[in-house]
């Protein structure tokens, strides 16, 4: 069973499915789907649409260079029925396979390393270029956010600004009354749980 790739987004065309396109020099072209099939007749680039394989390539967001893709090249040399040799071909496929999937999950934790840092570095940009949108902090909020520092500078451990941020968020969380007068309403049961009504 020969497994030809889309023309168009490069994802596996398997027989019997997807549209057959074959033109008048007598080339033929396999789509996926018929997604790819209305594209192709659009004229439109794949390298300029996000989903196809051969914009993932152009950003550099899939595996060029690697051994294991040799294997997938088209060779149309015939070979006399072996049984012997199709299970060694079945059995080499599936550890192609697994060595296809370890290296493509080494490449994309390559590729996201340090991601979090970036998006952190972005965000505190962001903030530094906006200061003047954000909401002013009161004298006694600043008061205790160098308390806060101070303390941890003695102490000789870091604080952690955005830790800081969220267990704040998280002690104010029940303290905003958004009908005017609600509060939580505690029950102290028999054998001494605590619950809220």
Not at 14 to 30: C, E, H, L, T, W
Not at 40 to 61: C, D, E, V
Not at 129 to 154: C, F, Q, T, V, Y
Not at 157 to 181: H, L, P, Q, Y
Request: aromatic content about 8%; proline content about 3%.
């Amino acid at each position: 069973m020969r497994v030809d790739p889309c023309y168009f987004c490069g994802r596996p065309a398997y027989p019997s499915k997807g549209i057959q396109f074959v033109r008048n020099d007598g080339r033929a072209f396999r789509f996926c789907r018929s997604k790819c099939h209305k594209n192709y007749k659009l004229r439109r680039n794949p390298r300029r649409l996000g989903w196809t394989k051969a914009s993932r390539i152009q950003a550099g967001k899939e595996m060029v260079c690697d051994s294991t893709l040799l294997f997938g090249a088209r060779r149309n040399v015939p070979q006399r029925y072996n049984r012997d040799l199709v299970n060694k071909t079945l059995d080499a496929m599936k550890r192609v396979g697994e060595i296809r999937a370890r290296r493509e999950r080494a490449f994309y934790k390559k590729r996201m390393a340090g991601k979090r840092a970036r998006e952190v570095a972005q965000a505190r940009k962001l903030v530094a270029e906006n200061e003047h949108l954000l909401p002013r902090l009161r004298g006694s909020e600043l008061r205790k956010i160098e308390e806060e520092r101070a303390m941890a500078a003695a102490a000789g451990m870091e604080i952690d600004e955005d830790e800081r941020v969220r267990n704040e968020a998280v002690a104010t969380k029940w303290k905003s009354k958004a009908f005017g007068g609600e509060q939580r309403r505690l029950k102290v049961k028999f054998d001494g749980d605590v619950v809220e009504e």
